[in-house]
Each structure stands twice: as C-alpha cells, then as structure tokens.
C-alpha cells in the first residue's frame, strides 16, 4: 500500500480482556518497528522484526505483550489481560532497511483506552 | 542502553525567525540521528536525518548539524512558516537491547507565532 496501516484506529476495552492491534506495513519492506506513545511523550520502542524474524523484544514491558508477523508482512500486537496503564496510543512502522541505514515510515496508530 | 535528551520542550518564534532544536545522546557508537515531525492527530513523520560521517546536512530551510565529539545534534528551521508548528523528535540508533531500534527524544512543541 501507499502507506503503513494500522487497525482499528481506535480501541476501547475493558480491563482483563485481550486486544490484537494490526499493522500492514508498505509492501516490500522488510523491517516492521512497534512503538508505544505516551501524550507528550516521544515514541518508546517495544519490538521489532526482520521479514517474519522478531529481533528484539526487550522493550517489551511484560510477557502480556507479544507480537509476531508470521508471513514477513502483516504483524500482530496482543496484549493479554489488558490493564489501565496499557492505555497509550500504539505505532507500528516500517522500513526498507534497518534503522541504522534509514528512517522509519509510521502509520497513523491505535489509540487504546483500557477503562 | 542510547539515553537522549530533547531541549527545549516548547519554542515559540515569529514567523519568519529561525527555529534551533538541540538534542544530546549517551551511546558515542550511535552513527545516525534522524529528526521526525509529528502534526496533531498524525504519525511522526522523517523531515531529515544525518550520519556520523558528516558535520551538516542541509534541505531547504532544514538544516541538522552534529558534533561527535560533544555527542550533541541540532535541527535548524530557517524563516519559519505557520506550516512549521508542530511537534519535534530527533532520535539515535540503540533503544532495547539491539541497535536497530531508535530511542526517542521527549520532543519539542514548537509554535510559530503570525
């Protein structure tokens, strides 16, 4: 696609239940980030993949947040038995190469709201 | 792990004035520094980048300058348009356990004045 794409846009839940947070990167690329972003805070990272090889998940804040991307494309952000201070706007972004060779392309987020 | 600072929080400057945005890193191996721009209700968006191997790089009215030696980095947004407001974030290699991630600065709100 044109762009990186990300659903839903928006997401309310309750606390205790799981959540899937979708990203369709553009095509082609082959490393896919996901960010977390406080308000007024700057993106903090959570994980990253190489086509369907997560290379690192140390930012990752506990084991109730996992991701995949099982055909090197589309990726997954589960969070399980979501709680409160889940709640943050979630960004996914990709890049042709890894980014100590280029920028990021970020898409437009899911803003999650655990009530 | 990269730790990076972001001064100021919020600059406002009258349109047509320059703009500086000066942000410092901890990781001396850190080798490029990119600048986002993030408009209200929309993803960070890369106005600019530099690598270790230069001083200055220019685009336009954008302009970033490194100084290794110091570990500090600076956006420079030359007669500044309203277009121009928005929310800064410069970034360096090495957040998590890997050097591919980016850590973040805090940001700077930058707000130009008609």
């Known amino acids: 696609g044109a762009g990186v794409s990300q659903s839903p846009r928006y997401k309310v839940t309750k606390r205790g239940q799981d959540v899937a947070l979708r990203c369709d990167p553009i095509?082609?690329?082959?490393?896919l980030y996901w960010y977390r972003q406080a308000l007024g805070q700057g993106p903090e990272f959570l994980t990253y993949f190489n086509y369907e090889a997560q290379q690192d998940k140390s930012g990752l804040p506990n084991d109730r947040f996992s991701a995949e991307r099982p055909e090197g494309s589309i990726s997954t952000l589960t969070i399980q038995r979501t709680e409160q201070r889940d709640s943050a706007m979630y960004r996914c972004a990709s890049s042709a190469r890894t980014a100590a060779q280029g920028g990021y392309t970020f898409g437009s987020g899911t803003r999650l709201t655990v009530v | 792990g990269e730790n990076v600072e972001q001064h100021p929080s919020t600059l406002s400057v009258q349109e047509g004035d320059s703009a500086v945005i000066k942000c410092t890193y901890s990781?001396?191996?850190?080798?490029?520094f990119p600048w986002y721009k993030q408009e209200l209700g929309k993803g960070p968006q890369l106005i600019i980048d530099i690598r270790s191997n230069v001083g200055e790089k220019k685009d336009q009215r954008i302009a970033v300058t490194l100084n290794k030696t110091a570990k500090h980095f600076s956006l420079h947004i030359t007669e500044t348009q309203p277009e121009d407001s928005a929310v800064y974030f410069c970034a360096a290699p090495g957040a998590g356990g890997g050097a591919d991630g980016l850590t973040f600065g805090k940001g700077t709100h930058l707000i130009i004045q008609p």
């Open positions: 990781d001396s191996a850190s080798n490029y």
């Open positions: 095509s082609g690329h082959v490393s």
